[in-house]
């Protein structure tokens, strides 16, 4: 969006038409509420862009099918002229019409009409330029035809409309709607318009429409006192034939305008992120950066978007519905004021009239940005242009403020409602997206701290690695030839996240249909699984006007996280990922896997859904949000950090419960701390060797840059897989012998690294001094005099345990009882014995994690 400049922030309401509650539609649903799906249609209109059209910013739904609109908005229009009585030079008329022009031509591009042009609706800018306003209404609406009055003024109507007559689809009068108005039923408006500002309102003024519709026919009032330039302009705008009658684009090209037509240059769409142009072919900046800064005065909070604007006001506090209520556009009534009439038996009728406050008040109110300016008044200037190369670029220390420097340490929801923080958070990441992909490892970095909610969308996308020219790619998808897939589509969008008003929107349904279909076409290899609408959710809510890039991020999502989880026959791949994730629980909470095992609530039983759908099956969607915040920074790997998180979470209640009681306990999740949940995440994933969590179905090696958590976590942030293999490393394992072992394999590489052998001996020591992993040799004392890990534990397996694999007492078992609680490897040549010990560890005498390595050249390397 453009900046804010000396435009203001406008507000309007109105009601949409409220449906029956006793009627559903063909598929057996309740109907959508009219509100929901203008709702939908609106979020288009944000898009159009242009220098003669008032940008739209937000829209939003309140009790009743209100709905209030919020837009960009000039205190000056047309109208100013009309009041103070005079009429307007030939210059200036000549100058409003082509700027009016310019502004229906891009809208009919668009596919747009205006509808309801009328002297309010031209507002001028401080520079007497134009700037239309309510030009969605007429498309937002479905012309007309989800609210309870007309669109449009009917002094301004074209005589097409007029004879059209007003039209409602629950009116069992009219058995189809009339034909949507075209572009020429604005020029119609913009010549009375005109004719109002040559001629002067007053010459209007109580006359019925039919006699000022053959009044402005003649134009014989001001042929005497307009140029011949206007009066033409007018007769072409006022032609009654629609045939005959002109478009704006047409107008445009008109000779009339050649004189002026010349001082105006073409408009130019701004380039978005992702795209085949260059974004910085016209920049210019300054000799001296430091020039920007220097005006005290400046106001460089109308140098920021209007929708940042529109966010930092309401995050200082700002509501819509108290504007509104305060202008007394909005009414509130007592109960007992809005009863509906009723009839006695003697015909007597008692209780009110129809309720005036729900028809159409087109009052714009302005928004007052005071209470925002003040909030943000202590803020530096320096902090709207921040160095990006500057090594205190981050905001805990580059921020001269100590409030806001301690304000990342504060949870994240109270972060988000922070307004100088989400300035300064906002500014920094359009920066740094503006420089994408250069910038790229200074967007990883940032989000290491958190992401803006409102630029959550581009922030994702660049963590996920998307460039090029993605609408060329998405646009060349057949998304209209019918497949078998289209049924189960269906079936599923109305069930996906229909609690949000945008995804339940029609708009939203033909959307989701859209990507998905997109992406089951693009990819042969694979098919539609259930749960695919819901990966789709996140990324369409966040690009709802950008298909292309919606799609473009859930193809690289997939891929990373999911790899081959929807082929056709995917049962080994889920298997498998469910085995590991069993592995990881054994591993980093015993007690809770062990109780799991012994009831036989196995991953299977609950599990599936969240890995398929990466939790958003099972989480609304503002948790997925802040969940995926930290997915997106992590490898494949740490869906299984977030899953036994969630499980800790729960580990009371799943404790004390058989497997009954912990089938209901996730037919109906619990409400679970997500910030909570990441945290201890990130903790499990810093701490989890890669190769615990190796996958012979993960995504094949490819080179990837470093994404970790930060120091602690570099080593672990790049998947095991892309890892150069070495002799030391893991090796594949099939899926039945995966399956038999309790505890997670390691490799002899991650041993070493976690051991530190060149520095400190085989056990990593922690602050208190106790050693936190534990090498304990299971071979034969003969095996391992000739060669061993220097501090290993030699615990032989053959004197240690009996026959059928009983733990028998002995002075090296005792030595195992000092050590519970602590990691324990395990070291052997005969992986069967080595599970052996790994599966008593989780009983009732042994309480310690233990991961297995098992490799004689690894033992003797």
Known sequence: MRPLKDAQLGAFTFFASALPHDVCGSNGLPLTPNSIKILGRFQILKTITHPRLCQYVDISRGKHERLIVVTEH????????????????????????????EGLEFMNKHGLVHRALNAHNVLMDCKGN????????????????????????????????????????????????????????????????????????????????????KFILTLASCSDILPENVQELLRKCLTFLPSKRPTPAELLGDPVFSGISCQYTPFQKPVSLFSSSLRCAHLELPDDISDLCKDEDEDYLS??????????????????????????IIQSKPPICTLSNFVMEDGESFGQGRDRSFLLDDTTVTLSLCQLRNRLKDVAGEAYYPLLEDEQSSLPQSNSSNELSATVTLPLIIRERDTEYQLIRIILFDRLLKGYPYKKNLVWKEA???????????????????????????????????????????????RCHQYDELLSSPQGHIKFRRVLKAWVVSHPDLVYWQGLDSLCAPFLYLNFNNEALAYACMSAFIPKYLYNFFLKD???????????????????????SNHLNEIGFIPDLYAIPW????????????????????????????????????????????LANGFNECILL???????????????????????????????????????????????????????????????????????????????????????????????GPTKRSRAGKPKIVAVDIRSVEDYSRGHIS??????????????????????????????????????????SAAMVSKLRCGKRFAYSCWCLSDQQNCHG
């Open 74 to 101: 000039y205190e000056s229009s047309l109208s100013d002229f009309q009041k103070q009585g005079k009429t307007v030079s030939p210059e200036k008329v000549l100058q409003v019409a082509y700027e009016v022009l």
């Open 130 to 213: 134009v700037k239309l306003a309510k030009f969605g209404f007429y498309h937002m609406t479905d012309h007309g035809a989800d609210v309870d009055f007309p669109i449009g003024y009917p002094s301004y109507l074209a005589p097409e409309v007029i004879a059209q007559g007003s039209f409602h689809p629950t009116d069992p009068s009219h058995d189809e709607a009339p034909p949507p108005s075209g572009p020429k039923a604005d020029v119609w408006s913009l010549g009375v318009l005109l004719f109002e500002l040559c001629a002067g309102r007053r010459l209007l003024h109580n006359i019925e429409i039919s006699e000022r519709l």
């Open 303 to 328: 140098e920021r978007a209007i929708d940042e604007v529109y966010h930092l006001w309401c995050l200082a506090g700002g509501d819509l519905e108290k504007e509104l209520t305060n202008k007394e």
């Open 448 to 494: 290491r701290v958190d992401i803006p909610p409102l630029v959550r969308g581009l922030a994702w996308a660049a963590l996920l690695g998307i460039e090029g020219d993605i609408q060329a790619k998405y646009e060349s998808i057949d998304k209209d030839t019918p497949i078998p897939t289209d049924r189960q589509i269906e079936v599923d969008i109305p």
């Open 570 to 592: 995917n049962s080994h791949v889920i298997q498998e990922y469910l085995t590991v994730f069993s592995q990881m629980i054994a591993f980093h909470d015993p007690e809770l």
């Open 611 to 654: 890995f398929l759908t990466m939790f958003t099956h099972v989480f609304p969607l503002h948790k997925i949000f802040h969940l995926w915040d930290t997915l997106l920074l992590g490898n494949s790997s740490f869906p299984f950090c977030i899953g036994v998180a969630i499980l800790q979470q729960l580990r009371d209640r799943l």
């Open 666 to 760: 996730f037919s109906d999740l619990p409400e679970i701390d997500i910030e909570r949940c990441v945290r201890e995440s990130i903790n499990l994933f810093c701490w989890t060797p890669k190769s615990a969590t190796y996958r012979q179905h993960a995504q094949p090696p490819k080179t990837t840059a470093d994404n970790g958590f930060g120091k602690t976590a570099t080593y672990y942030s790049s998947d095991y897989q892309d890892m150069p293999k070495t002799d030391l490393s893991r090796e594949p394992l099939a899926l039945c012998d995966l399956k038999a072992e309790l505890s997670p394999r390691i490799s002899a590489e991650d041993l070493i690294d976690l051991c530190e052998l060149s520095l400190s």
């Open 791 to 832: 501090g290993s534990i030699n615990v032989a397996f053959n004197t240690a345990f009996g026959p059928d694999g009983e733990l028998v007492q002995c002075p090296a078992t005792g030595v195992l009882q000092n050590y519970r609680g602590r990691v324990i490897v395990v070291i052997s040549h005969a992986m069967k």
